[in-house]
């Protein structure tokens, strides 16, 4: 059965840093798409940032404008996983982050972990 596991939520300051970390198992994403969405209180789930696939070592990034410059995504070194490290960090920052998946070819995220909360105080 498929799963995902974010871990590294938690409580900082206006300014600081995070990272969150997701693993993967139960099928291999490993030329899929990894990414990340948040949910704040009261507001819909957006989208965070993304790592996809693009042929042998390659992976494309895409970003939230909101995160852009501050949020860097990179699969990491074990198979399956995925890192976001949060910088700069802001109060509007703080949600529950998703990791989330989705197999090659696929057009929607299939695949959601349980969430990891984050919050920034200012």
């Known amino acids: 059965q498929e799963q995902l596991v974010e871990s590294g939520g938690g409580l900082v300051q206006a300014g600081g840093s995070l990272r969150l970390s997701c693993a993967a198992s139960?099928?291999?994403?490993?030329?899929?798409?990894m990414g990340w969405f948040r949910q704040a209180p009261g507001n819909e789930r957006e989208f965070v940032a993304s790592?996809?696939?693009?042929?042998?070592?390659?992976?494309?990034?895409d970003y939230a404008d909101s995160v852009k410059g501050r949020f860097t995504i990179s699969r990491g070194n074990a198979v399956n996983t995925v890192d976001l490290q949060m910088s700069s960090l802001k109060p509007e920052d703080t949600a529950v982050y998703y990791c989330a998946a989705r197999a090659r070819g696929a057009t929607r995220y299939d695949y959601w972990g349980q969430g990891t909360q984050v919050t920034v105080s200012s």
């Open positions: 139960g099928r291999t994403f490993t030329t899929g798409t």
């Open positions: 790592t996809t696939w693009t042929g042998g070592s390659a992976y494309y990034a």
